[in-house]
RNA sequence: GCCCGGGUGGCGGAAUGGUAGACGCAGCGGACUUAAAAUCCGUUGUCUUCGGGCGUGUGGGUUCGAGUCCCACCCCGGGCACCA
């Protein structure tokens, strides 16, 4: 027997025994329960694992190995997102195709997995690239388009000139593509979208109930973005001079007839006309109709009709009183507006131009060219100051009938709210800054307190109104209801609530995609392409570079792209392709039935799985990732497909593996942007570089960064327990941490240890322990060794529940350390002590199973057992047999340590107090003075207050 | 600027409001060895007049008692970023 750890010795031998025993497909014996553990879904990458990767798959492989020992039905699946842009580029660049190039890097992740020993169940794998799932994707695309959730619309989309494809907002990072860096320009192309911001509300109030990391969850609601304010209408008034309240005198306050009248004249020139009443009324009933009415393309229809003549109805009554839309979350600072900013693309623009004198056209006509050039990134940048161009029209506040100027900025984004501000410096950062370039008025509408003075701006939520007519001293609370009441009463408006997320843009113009199932007629209908003839296979091909033109490289394969309509006419098949996002937004599903030839999934084995019990995995896919899978999850429960509404139960983040990392300091004529601290370097070139130029900083394990240490060359040097016996005790789970060498060694050397200790137990091994364990009455030794085995075993496996696996191995480390000197003190053991060893040593090795399967397995067999960890019991802790018999109690004069006291765990109050006042040590602490409080808490302290 | 984490020995870290520093790394001393590696044993926050004093980013507060709770601030990491 070994009595050190040689993991060549053994290691690919279990797992060669574990894969011919097939110990690793799923087991669903009914009367059990189950437990669905869940890695992120990965992106197969030509450059393989690092050791930064198995940071995600070891922890949870320990959490399935224990729930598995405990009896559990464990869901324990791996497959690929095998779909996207970095296979289909490398593809193109080195002449081939992605699919058996995908094909071979999941093979080299697979290689690498089982290296490590995950038990995952690969008979469950599938790649989202092949068509028996893919099929289903475009099943569920179906899905949401008959639930009026899919939609095809024109839109500025950002562009990318490099990869020749569209990406979505969020793919855009600084203004740059994320994957190639390149500035992103705009571009204007049909798209698909599926409409996620009908769900916005529910994604948010769902966060709730489920159980994440509370920063997640927030991230999640930033993104969503819910804030609810006031939309109103300002009448708009072109020319004249420049007024503010200043030079136009002192304005009409409430009870004014004068204000009365001119508060009435505005709200009645901004009210709706009738026809617009009329066609919002019409609205309602068209969707109402349009909701029975079979088939999606009908209410899209009816819907498209609609707004082209509600927009007609629009400019008439722009034409008649041009009035301006505001949306603003702050109705309780109205009285503090000094002037309206719009976005540059506002629509009002053109309008405005044409109504004002030359000079000024021509500044805003150079404004609106300058912000349409601008790059995103440019125009948002940070510190940024402020432009803007005032507009030479005016809107008046129709909470004072003050005539503000309308100024066109850019800080003021077209595409959230409604593109047009009301300014309100005195409370609002940005509008401050904007005024103070331009010298604009700023009114003090809010207070701490009346009369308080707070510095401006003061944006604090928490004050009272001032300097606001009949709301004076009102709270902001209070002022927001009655002034959203008051502007609804008068018709111009109404409360509204606003949501800055947006729809999810899925089209891309690409090949390596999901087809999207949709034929569109000659008429320009759309058609879904029906079920029994799904799916709609990826052609292959030999060129499929992007088309250059905004196309996908499918529009050139006429075989893909000519088909017949469901009336039999000849149609044109959709070119696009559905992004990543889709594929990963239902994985989860299928795992559960992966085979299913006849549907997604069957639903029996949906509504036993799901939902996933614990989902593993990156910060970074903190918003959009999971965001869309909750959607998708949903809407598929909408449509009673699935039993759950949310599909992840519980979330983990682990943390990174960081490595050294060379850069360099930048050159001149360099440039380094905000945050960029040098020049990223390869290790060659870090070598070549005379030593002062070049420093080192901790940054993530990845191929670009050349930092990477391979499970391969890990595995060979520490063995695969000891890398994952490392990887779990060097930082809490979700801490980021560097990659040592050091620190290896430590785990290796623990596991030597524990092989030399089951080598010194051996001898001592009665397999019979536990038919007369209990009946022993243990002391000494004995009874410390069963206190040990009982700690270690409630202790692991409390600590494998809750993701502290550091912990988790540091008691593994404490027991073994503890045993040993127990045998060290008693080297020959009598029979009680034989039986506590025979239990320390079993449960030693299962408890170890879930961290270092091979390691476990081998010592398993070593002692003579049969079978695999793996498929025995989870020991049982007992807390009887866990509890100290005796415990250090501290004694405090004042809150200071002064004694320890080794007493009976169960000792009394009385008997904790008048030991601790016998003490020596604690007595000269006392000396001359008085006794006024005595704190007791049992088990653990005497505190004695004297003064 | 906003949001989310986090700041504890030389290092990674541990600690339901109750003895700060578990466990490991590195260091130091010793055993074994011709020697080294490996292994094992001991030791290791800091100052000290050897009584004790000081110690969890800083300053306050609550408490019999604070790494832990509250307030203000500083620093580091990540995310979002002119979102009205």
Known sequence: MADRYEPVQFEARWRKRWAEADLFRTREEPGRPKFYGLDFFPYPSGAGLSVGHCRNYIPTDVLCRMKTMQGFNVLHPMGFDAFGLPAENEAIAKKTTPAPMIDRYAETYRRQMDLVGISYDWSRSFKSSDPSYYKWTQWIFKVLYQRGLAYRKPAS??????????????????????????????????????????????????????????????????????????????????????????????????????LEALRTEVAIEVQPSPEVEQARRLAASIEDAARSIEGPTAFEKAMDDFERHAEKIQVKVQDKVPYLRVFTTRIDTIFGVTFCVIAPEHPLVETLIAQADSETAEAIRNYRTEAASMGEQDRLAAEREKTGVFSGAYAINPANGARVPIWIADYVLMNYGTGAIMGVPGHDERDFEFAGKFGLEVVRVIDSAVGANEPLPFPAKDGVMVNSGEYEGLTVAEGQRRLGEWIEGLGIGERKVNFKLRDWLISRQRYWGCPIPVIHTKDGEEQLVPDDQLPVYLPEVENYEPSGDGSSPLTRIPEFVNVTDLDGRLGRRETDTMGGFACSSWYFLRFCDPHNEDRAWDKDKVDYWMPVDAYVGGAEHAVMHLLYARFWTKVLFDAGYVPVDEPFQRLQNQGMLLAPTPFRKPRPGEKLSVGQEGIQITFDEARALPPEEVFFRMEKMSKSKGNVVTPEEAVEKYGADGVRIFELFVAPFEQSVPWSEEGATGAVRFLSRVFKLVAELAPHYDRQWKTSIDAIDMEGVARDVRRATHKAILKSTHDIERFAFNTYISCLMTFVNEVNEAIRKSPDPDPALRLALSEALESLILILSPAAPHSADELWESIGNAGFTFLHDWPTGDPALAADDEVQIAIQVNGKLRDTLTMPAGASQIEMESAARASAKVQTHLEGKTVRKVVVVPGRLVNIVAN
């Open 157 to 258: 989309v950002n562009w990318c000139p490099v990869d020749n494809t569209v990406l979505a907002d969020e793919e855009v990072q600084g203004g740059l593509c994320w994957r190639c860096g390149t500035p992103v320009e705009k571009k204007w192309i049909p798209q698909w979208f599926f409409k996620i911001t009908a769900y916005a509300q529910r994604l948010l109030d769902d966060l709730d109930k489920i159980d994440w990391p509370e920063g997640i969850k927030q991230m999640q609601r930033n993104w969503i973005g819910r804030s609810e304010g006031v939309e109103f209408s300002m009448r708009v008034v072109f020319g004249g001079p420049a007024a503010s309240r200043a030079d136009s005198g002192p304005l009409p306050m409430p009870g004014d007839p004068d």
